[in-house]
């Protein structure tokens, strides 16, 4: 196989060849019989000599691998990476990043972390964000998450972090959520956590989908430029969809009615062609413009605002095949922030630090095997040539006598290449030998509250809801007062809008008690700092490519306007299926047959962005006695989903509580997402018998009309008037 091919294509697995029918052993003995042992009669024992059997039962004892420590669960896409320009020659020498006819296949793996490897999707999280690029140069890994920051200032805190994340050692509960004494103990004692604390109960935390997350390196990197000039910068990834987010009663149903949420969007995106894209973008810096911050580069609980400097968009990564084997590819890939290319280089950021043993040692514990690399899903596409060999599982066949470097019975092959090899940064570097954090990492809540300054009042008041729903749960009432205390430092808004709502009286900031812990007393550069429009998911556009709408009908429905709704939605790649109260196909009133995709108990309304409800009168009156449609409508519109009903439909939402249409159904008109054929009928003034057919006219402004909210994807306004379902 050519090295270019590492990573093989559908075509070429074997089991896809046509000449491959005959089931064979693994030594590629054909197998007559694979039903039953071996055995010394029908009723007798299996004889010892059935190596068919015990290989096979071998090699399914053998199928686990440990899984990730962190970040088990995950999902991947292949897909290719570009950059627009040479543009960032003047910064990097990396090929992939300045060359634009370089394109790169790329695989990147989303993951949560904290749950175990089949853990649901939804949990309140951060998310991976891990990309391979396989240059010409070697592989490059992005080894990033989905929010800009982390918890840590020091690796050393790390398996401080995870124990006390993860479910608690004495029971293994709660699952995949920090929801619990253990992790709000350690958090209320380390004041640096405060910063990513508001990003993980923000809404960031609760991803619509993969394709709508940023994605961020964290740490400050050094680019290195072909004239040796180094360059600090920090990485990002922009979705071209834009970003949204689930809504917490949402995520919670979603984790019980499909625990594959995002990676069934993610795998459904790539089969329909709706494939995620991600722009490349840096915030490039000197060392001298750093020093000029009010905060340490260095300290990963620190973003650098984009009005401070702005991103500069580089290239495109599209994904854009699905993996072939889960196990093979997603669950093999091994990343490690310490794969670079010459033109990437490290900073002294203690967090990067630590990864960079982490990751190596973490590979050997899964794959047992020094010979990770050679596997096809981590092989890099440019050839490999050293003097590094055995070990188990070794799948390259080296030829010829030579293993060493120098030597001269193979003319110095491989030799340095002082040209093209990588060379790290020159970086002077000297100190006394200690152990202590810079006093430069010491402020704490200064952008804790730029965060929460740039929010908008929706996102304000999901914080404090996801306050109630976490602190709630921590049974400890000292480690409560703590966390309202930290908050109380950030913004007393905070405390005092969170803290009655579980329970702590005394919400004034005092942070004395860390004295008697190891943690440094937390001070604060400025008071009152700004807001970042960048740090509000509310900011930007939203894609409506790959939404998901739900059209709710039963027999007797207009099958014409089913049609017509679906071509409308399917030119904008809006995903749509049929929900009706049984499986198979429903009869139009118009004699148009439909047929459904899912009925009321195989979905569920959380599983989608948008509601339809075409007309037809013994449609509507079949969904009115289905107490399942009612709560499935009710349901989105306490989610502040978009919802569209034609002709008589318009009745059905009428009578539901929290919707408020007048007697006509004109009294909104889209103004918090319902959108009703009888408003816009009104306005178009064509209609005259409302409750009759709907003019063409009528049902194409609807369709666009809801399309336009699909994009617009949340009415907020709605989370103070609804009547929960
Ligand atoms: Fe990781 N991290 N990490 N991490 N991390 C792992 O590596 C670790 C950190 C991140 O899809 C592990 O192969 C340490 C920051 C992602 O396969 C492990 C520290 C960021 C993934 C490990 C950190 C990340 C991992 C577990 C603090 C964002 C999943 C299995 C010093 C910039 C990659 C593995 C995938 C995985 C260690 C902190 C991102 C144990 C010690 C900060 C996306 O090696």
């Given at each position: 196989?050519k090295?270019k091919d590492?990573?093989?294509?559908?075509?070429?697995s074997?089991l896809?060849?046509?000449?491959?029918?005959t089931?064979?052993?693994n030594q590629?003995?054909?197998?007559a019989?694979?039903?039953?042992?071996?055995?010394?009669?029908p009723r007798?024992?299996t004889?010892m000599?059935?190596f068919?059997?015990r290989?096979?039962?071998?090699?399914?004892d053998?199928?686990r691998i440990p899984?990730r420590?962190?970040?088990a669960?995950?999902?991947?896409?292949?897909?290719v990476f570009s950059?627009y320009d040479d543009?960032m020659?003047?910064?990097?020498?990396?090929?992939?990043?300045?060359?634009p006819?370089h394109?790169?296949p790329v695989?990147t793996?989303f993951?949560?972390v904290?749950g175990f490897r089949g853990?649901?999707?939804?949990v309140?999280?951060?998310?991976?964000?891990a990309?391979?690029f396989?240059?010409s140069?070697?592989?490059?890994?992005?080894?990033g998450n989905?929010?800009?920051?982390?918890f840590?200032?020091?690796?050393?805190?790390?398996?401080?972090?995870?124990?006390?994340?993860k479910?608690?050692?004495h029971n293994?509960?709660?699952?995949?959520?920090?929801?619990?004494?253990n992790?709000?103990?350690f958090a209320s004692l380390?004041p640096e956590?405060?910063?990513?604390?508001?990003w993980?109960?923000?809404?960031?935390a609760?991803?619509?989908?993969?394709?709508?997350?940023?994605?961020?390196g964290v740490?400050t990197?050094?680019l290195?430029?072909?004239?040796?000039?180094?360059?600090?910068c920090k990485?990002?990834?922009?979705?071209?969809?834009?970003v949204s987010?689930?809504?917490w009663?949402e995520?919670?149903?979603?984790a019980?009615?499909?625990?594959?949420?995002?990676r069934?969007?993610?795998?459904?995106r790539?089969e329909n062609?709706?494939?995620?894209?991600?722009?490349l973008g840096f915030?490039?810096?000197?060392e001298?413009e750093?020093?000029?911050?009010?905060?340490?580069?260095l300290?990963?609980t620190?973003?650098?605002p984009e009005?401070?400097?702005?991103?500069?968009?580089?290239g495109?990564?599209?994904l854009n095949?699905n993996p072939?084997?889960?196990?093979s590819e997603?669950e093999?890939?091994a990343f490690?922030?310490?794969?670079?290319v010459?033109?990437i280089?490290f900073?002294?950021?203690?967090l990067?630090q630590?990864?960079?043993?982490?990751y190596l040692?973490t590979?050997?514990?899964?794959?047992?095997?020094a010979?990770?690399?050679?596997?096809?899903?981590n092989r890099p596409?440019c050839?490999?040539?050293?003097?590094n060999q055995?070990?188990?599982?070794r799948?390259?066949i080296?030829s010829g006598?030579?293993n060493?470097?120098?030597n001269?019975?193979?003319?110095?092959r491989?030799?340095?290449?002082?040209?093209?090899?990588?060379v790290?940064y020159t970086?002077?570097?000297q100190?006394?030998k200690?152990?202590a954090?810079?006093?430069?990492?010491?402020d704490?809540?200064s952008?804790?509250e730029?965060?929460w300054?740039s929010m908008?009042a929706?996102?304000?008041?999901h914080i404090?809801?996801?306050?109630?729903?976490e602190?709630?749960k921590?049974?400890n009432m000292h480690i409560r007062e703590?966390?309202?205390?930290l908050?109380?430092n950030?913004?007393p808004?905070?405390?005092e809008?969170?803290?009655p709502?579980v329970?702590?009286?005394d919400?004034?900031?005092?942070l004395?008690?860390l004295?008697k812990s190891?943690?440094?007393?937390?001070?604060?550069?400025?008071?009152?700092?700004g807001?970042s429009q960048?740090?509000?998911?509310?900011?930007g556009?939203?894609?409506i490519?790959?939404?998901?709408?739900?059209?709710l009908a039963a027999?007797?429905v207009?099958g014409?306007?089913v049609?017509?709704?679906?071509?409308?939605?399917?030119?904008?790649?809006?995903?749509c299926k049929?929900?009706?109260?049984r499986?198979?196909a429903?009869?139009?009133?118009?004699n148009v047959?439909?047929?459904?995709d899912e009925n009321?108990?195989?979905?569920?309304s959380?599983?989608?962005d948008?509601?339809?409800i075409?007309?037809?009168a013994e449609?509507v009156k079949?969904l009115r006695?289905s107490g399942?449609?009612?709560h499935f409508?009710?349901?989105?519109?306490?989610h502040?989903k978009?919802?569209?009903?034609?002709?008589?439909?318009v009745?059905l939402?009428s009578?539901?509580?929290?919707?408020?249409?007048?007697?006509e159904?004109?009294?909104?008109?889209?103004?918090?997402?319902?959108?009703t054929a009888?408003?816009i009928a009104?306005?178009l003034?064509?209609?005259?018998?409302?409750a009759?057919?709907?003019?063409?006219?009528?049902?194409?402004?609807?369709?666009?009309?809801f399309i336009?909210?699909i994009?617009?994807?949340?009415?907020?306004n709605?989370?103070?008037e609804?009547?929960?379902?």
């Open positions: 196989m090295r590492a990573v093989p294509r559908p075509s070429e074997a896809d060849s046509k000449d491959t029918e089931l064979t052993t590629g003995c054909p197998v019989n694979n039903q039953d042992q071996l055995t010394a009669g007798g024992g004889l000599e059935d068919i059997f290989e096979k039962m071998m090699h399914f053998h199928e899984e420590v962190v970040h669960r995950g999902s991947a896409a292949h897909g950059v543009s020659k003047a910064f990097t020498k990396a090929r992939f990043l300045i060359d006819q394109e790169v695989f793996r993951s949560t904290v853990s649901a999707d939804t309140r999280d951060v998310r991976g964000f990309t391979k396989y240059t140069e070697g592989v490059y890994d992005l080894v989905n929010i800009p920051i982390f840590i200032q020091d690796g050393i805190k790390f398996p401080d972090l995870v124990h006390a994340i479910p608690e050692p293994e509960m709660p699952q995949a959520s920090a929801a619990h004494d992790f709000w103990d380390t956590i405060t910063h990513m604390l508001l993980v109960l923000s809404d960031r609760l991803p619509r989908s993969y394709a709508q997350m940023e994605g961020f740490h990197f050094r290195v430029s072909e004239k040796g000039k180094s360059t600090l990485i990002h990834w922009k979705p071209l969809e834009g987010q689930l809504v009663d995520t919670q149903k979603i019980g009615k499909d625990p594959d949420f995002n069934r969007d993610l795998w459904e790539i062609g709706i494939y995620p894209e991600f722009e915030q490039l810096f000197t001298e750093a020093a000029k911050f009010d905060f340490d580069i300290d990963p620190k973003i650098v009005e401070l400097v702005p991103v500069r968009r580089v495109k990564m599209t095949r072939d084997n889960f196990f997603t093999q890939v490690h922030p310490g794969h670079v010459p033109g280089d900073t002294n950021d203690p990067l630590a990864r960079l043993f982490s040692d590979q050997i514990n899964r794959f047992q095997s010979n990770f690399a050679e596997i096809p899903i596409q050839p490999i040539f050293n003097n055995d070990g188990f599982m799948h390259t080296r006598r030579v060493y470097e120098p001269s019975l193979q003319e110095g491989p030799r340095e290449d002082k040209e093209r090899g990588f790290s970086e002077k570097q100190g006394t200690l152990r954090r810079p006093e430069s990492f010491n704490h809540f952008q804790a730029l965060f300054n908008s929706p996102e304000k008041e404090v809801e996801a306050i109630k729903f602190i709630g921590v049974e703590r966390i309202i205390k908050f109380y950030v913004s808004e905070i405390a809008r969170a803290g709502l329970g702590v009286k919400i004034n900031g005092d004395t008690y004295e190891s943690s440094p007393r937390p001070s604060r550069k400025k008071k009152g700092v807001a960048a740090l509000s998911m509310e900011n556009t939203r894609a490519k790959g939404r998901k709408v739900a059209i027999d007797g207009r014409q306007e049609e017509v709704l679906k071509a409308a939605l399917q030119s904008e790649k809006v995903m049929v929900v009706a109260p499986s198979g429903i009869e139009g009133s118009d047959e439909v047929l459904v009321f108990l195989t979905t569920a959380v599983l989608f948008a509601v339809y075409p007309s037809g449609n079949a006695g399942k449609a009612i409508i009710r349901e989105a519109f306490m502040c978009p919802i569209a009903a034609m002709a008589e439909a009745d939402l009578g539901l509580p929290g919707i408020s249409l007048d007697q159904g004109t009294a909104v008109r889209n103004n918090n997402g319902v959108i009888r408003a009104e306005t003034k064509k209609a005259k018998d409302v009759g057919i709907e003019p063409a006219a009528t049902l194409d402004e609807l369709n666009r009309e336009k909210a994009g617009q994807y949340r009415f907020w709605r989370e103070r609804s009547v929960p379902a």
